[in-house]
């Protein structure tokens, strides 16, 4: 019986030591610091890329796929091109803004270039911003993020005219600081020096 008594007193003490053990090691844990990017990016913010915008006026460079020096396209984009822009090392020679009976089509003349795609250079005023600032949101809104303080803020934006690189906006003021890094509205953000 007296070993019996020793044998369970043993185990007794050895699963609270085995318990005590255990809780220095979880608190140890608890207040050991972390680095991690989650924990830098709630304390000091996300770090991000911004482009100050201006309006101004550029050129976009508008993809027209040429065959026999013609090239069709829809007549909701033939408004676009007009005589004497340039066009890689072409021209436009002529926008036939009638409708081709057989394709539903207009018709835009290029000379001086060979068959393929070739680069219409158009003219566009607005904010040029790249298209991966463009947030494209149910309903077909459009914003961009702007840095405000240290805060990204959604503001709604209308995109006039795009290229395959550069989106045309208006809605922006000139000054305002374009996120083009992915943050969502109210995050904290650190830009980028």
Do not use: H
Request: hydrophobic share 45%; with cysteine; proline share 2%.
């Amino acid at each position: 019986m007296k070993q019996k008594t020793l044998i369970w007193i043993a185990l007794i003490l050895a699963i609270v030591a085995l318990i005590g053990y255990r809780a220095y090691r979880i608190t140890s844990e608890a207040r050991r610091v972390v680095a991690n990017q989650t924990r830098e990016q709630i304390d000091t913010g996300i770090s991000v890329d911004t482009i100050k915008v201006t309006k101004q006026t550029g050129i976009l460079k508008i993809p027209l796929a040429v065959e026999n020096g013609r090239a069709l396209v829809s007549c909701a984009r033939v408004e676009k091109f007009a005589a004497g822009q340039k066009a890689d090392e072409g021209v436009v020679a002529s926008v036939l803004k009638n409708i081709d009976i057989d394709t539903g089509m207009c018709r835009v003349v290029v000379t001086g270039t060979t068959n393929g795609t070739v680069f219409v250079d158009v003219r566009a005023t607005g904010y040029f911003v790249p298209i991966p600032a463009v947030v494209m949101g149910d309903g077909g809104t459009q914003s961009v993020m702007i840095a405000d303080g240290d805060i990204a803020r959604a503001k709604t934006v209308k995109i006039i005219d795009q290229d395959n690189d550069t989106a045309v906006l208006t809605g922006l003021a000139d000054g305002d600081m374009v996120i083009i890094s992915r943050v969502n509205d109210g995050d904290k953000i650190r830009i980028k020096q």
